[in-house]
């Protein structure tokens, strides 16, 4: 049943599911005390509303590892025992859904806000707290204006651009249908990653390759979309010429 709390996990099941999120976040000693909060509160909640939620937070300017909303879940979900009741293609679509939300919020944020308070923000006390800073929010807006609206495509693939590319979006006021577009788009692919990193790891059984191998995935599909982009760019000047 769709959007329903999890059941209550068994004691060996909790043990369980918590490996490959700590394994996930463990790997990143710079954490946090209240985003280690929020991963506990994860895996003892993991459920449809939940990976939504999470995949909004992640999408948006707070700091979160999509490693371990996604892969976990997929993970679980294919188990003999599927204590948490969820389904892997429905993770995909809610965690598209919830990074959506989540670009919505810097999209609009920022074109209502606009780009003095946005910075002032990032250099503020709160938002340092959230790992931001002006030479992160610099870096997304240099990587948007040198490569267009179909930044927010390609950026969903880049970590720290990852987060904040709807922001220059929403700075710039960019076209809301193409934004949709683009960033959901490069939502479902990244998730479809995570989930693959989620289906790999069960298959082998080993947790720890959620982590390991998730950077070395998402540069291979963004040299496949680069390959793909630069086929339609070729051929395009061609039929012109």
Excluded at 56 to 82: D, H, Q, T
Aim: glycine letters at 6%; proline letters at 4%; one cysteine or more.
């Amino acid at each position: 049943m769709l959007f329903v709390a999890s059941p209550a996990y068994a004691q060996d099941s909790v043990t369980q599911a918590q490996e490959p999120v700590a394994t996930a976040v463990s790997a990143d000693s710079s954490h946090s005390g209240w985003v280690m909060w929020l991963v506990d509160l994860y895996k003892n909640h993991m459920n449809y509303w939940t990976t939504g939620a999470f995949m909004a937070i992640e999408s948006s300017f707070i700091p979160f590892p999509s490693e371990v909303v996604v892969p976990p879940a997929v993970f679980f979900s294919l188990e003999e025992k599927n204590e948490i009741d969820m389904v892997w293609w429905i993770i995909i679509l809610v965690g598209t859904l919830g990074a959506l939300i989540g670009a919505y919020i810097n999209y609009f944020l920022s074109m209502w806000l606009g780009r003095p308070i946005i910075y002032k923000f990032a250099n503020s006390k709160v938002g340092h707290l959230l790992r931001l800073s002006q030479m992160k929010v610099e870096r997304a807006e240099q990587y948007f204006n040198e490569h267009g609206a179909m930044s927010t495509l390609v950026g969903r693939f880049i970590p720290v651009v990852r987060q904040l590319i709807s922001i220059p979006a929403g700075l710039s006021r960019m076209n809301l249908g193409s934004f949709t577009l683009f960033t959901t788009i490069g939502a479902f692919i990244w998730n479809c990653i995570l989930a693959l990193l989620g289906y790999l790891a069960h298959q082998v059984g080993n947790e720890d390759m959620i982590k390991e191998y998730s950077d070395e995935i998402s540069i291979v599909i963004i040299a496949l979309l680069a390959v793909v982009i630069l086929f339609f760019v070729i051929r395009y000047f061609i039929k012109k010429r």
